[in-house]
């Protein structure tokens, strides 16, 4: 997994699973997100992702005010978890 800012914008790219998502990732990824100026996270250049990836869109969720990040992009299939988590409307929101 790799990310960055770009025109306020975090992208994410790579596969984002629990085998690649580590401390030093994720510190970086939540630095990145709690940057004032950023708005949004674009999860377009994703490859493949499972729960790991849900878990680190929450982290980033949960450190700014509601609805002041959102979401692009969002795989597949962390959209299915999210849904039987019954957690989508946070993610979407």
Known sequence: M??????NIVYVQGEVSVQT?????????AQQCGQ??????????????????????LTALRQ?????????NLP?????LAQLYEIEEW???
């Not at 597949?76 to 299915?80: E, H, I, Q």
Request: hydrophobic share 35%.
């Open 64 to 72: 700014r005010e509601q609805g002041s990040l959102k979401i692009h």
């Open 21 to 29: 998502v580590d401390k030093t990732t994720l510190a970086q990824f």
């Open 2 to 7: 790799q990310s960055e800012i770009r025109d």
């Open 36 to 57: 004032p100026e950023v708005h949004a996270i674009d999860c377009s250049q994703i490859t493949r992702a499972d729960s790991a990836c849900l878990s680190l869109l």
């Open 91 to 93: 993610i979407t929101a």
């Open 76 to 80: 597949p299939s962390v959209r299915d």
